[in-house]
């Protein structure tokens, strides 16, 4: 049913969220300095630098990548939407639960 597909997608998401993580509590910070702060590939934190800039969560700078302004209402608007995703996964175990 594709869930290999649905575990790539948040392991990506999941990876994209800590590298986010890393620029809000050490802005500005470069990709060497990301990769070595949270384990990832320098490849990996580029494209997730890429991703977290098109979401505008947050802005390139000659010193490194930043939080955009607004980044605490950006993270509470992320955190409601997993919420929402946990519940809805939540209701799909309990469906294929109630046919064993």
């Known amino acids: 049913m ?3 597909r649905l575990e ?3 392991e990506k998401e999941g990876r994209d969220l800590s590298i986010l993580e890393a620029v809000i509590e050490n802005g500005p910070i470069g990709i060497v300095r990301l990769a070595e702060e949270t384990g990832v590939p320098k490849h990996k ?12 969560l947050i802005e ?11 980044i605490d209402e950006r993270v ?15 209701g799909l175990r ?7």
């Open 60 to 70: 390139p700078t000659p010193q490194g990548a930043i939080p955009v302004d607004n």
């Open 76 to 90: 509470a608007t992320i955190n409601d939407g997993i919420d929402r995703l946990v519940e809805q996964l939540d």
């Open 45 to 56: 934190v580029r494209y997730s630098l890429r991703m977290l800039e098109d979401d505008e």
């Open 94 to 100: 309990d469906v294929f639960s109630s046919t064993e």
């Open 8 to 10: 790539d997608q948040v």
């Open 2 to 4: 594709g869930m290999d």
